[in-house]
């Protein structure tokens, strides 16, 4: 996707007072976040009864999503459509092959299923890093902003569920509260400076809002 030429008056002339890109994310996809953060196994995750097991096996399919993101962010970290967004201290995958570790030993690849939902997910990934990179924007939205939002609870709520140690909890880890606020201004600073037409807003926030109908397919499977 790239921008646009200013062919229309709207491109030509920016209303002063229309939403940027963060806002209308975080507007438009509300119904849906608060949906998927009580949906299928991340309702028994709330709810205090999350079992190991259970438990990795939904860090196996976030690792799923996250290597399909963040291969494609790495390939197009130059594109000027996803450049401002592009912040490799926000990268999960690698921190989510140590947890796995740490909880399911060197096989944990093959111990949890990939299920239909996630494979289906990270293949609309790969197909957006040939086709339409800067629709990954609204992926990174959807995971990065979340995990230093709400992850943070849940981050809580798996320690003290299955007692484990920070060793085991690298996914939730950003830094200090101080860090933690310096990534969210800084990432939604970097969405609000994406050169985007009209168009590409609108496919960004309607990509943004199918990402997370997909979570919330992954999250019912995981039960």
Not at 52 to 70: K, V, W
Not at 180 to 186: E, F, K, R, S, T
Not at 194 to 203: G, T
Request: aromatic share 8%.
């Amino acid at each position: 996707m790239t921008t646009q030429s200013p062919s229309r008056r709207e491109d030509a002339q920016p209303d002063p007072l229309r939403l940027g890109l963060w806002a209308r994310l975080k507007a438009e996809t509300r119904d849906l976040q608060s949906q998927a953060e009580r949906s299928g196994i991340m309702r028994t995750l709330l709810y205090r009864r999350v079992e190991r097991a259970a438990y990795c096996r939904l860090l196996r399919n976030l690792h799923e999503i996250y290597a399909g993101l963040e291969a494609g962010l790495e390939l197009h970290a130059g594109h000027r459509q996803l450049a401002p967004i592009v912040f490799r201290a926000l990268f999960r995958a690698g921190h989510l092959e140590s947890d796995l570790r740490q909880l399911a030993g060197g096989s944990w690849a093959t111990s949890y299923r990939v299920t239909p939902a996630a494979i289906a997910y990270r293949h609309r990934l790969e197909e957006l890093a040939q086709s339409r990179p800067a629709l990954l924007a609204a992926h990174a939205y959807v995971r990065y902003l979340g995990d230093l939002g709400s992850g943070q609870v849940v981050h809580q709520l798996v320690a003290e569920q299955l007692s484990l140690g920070d060793n085991a909890l690298r996914f939730y880890q950003f830094g200090s509260a101080q860090d933690v606020d310096l990534l969210v201004a800084q990432f939604r600073a970097g969405l609000d400076a994406i050169p985007v037409s009209v168009a590409d807003e609108e496919a960004i926030v309607e990509e943004a809002r199918q990402a997370l109908r997909r979570h919330i397919e992954i999250y019912a499977e995981l039960v």
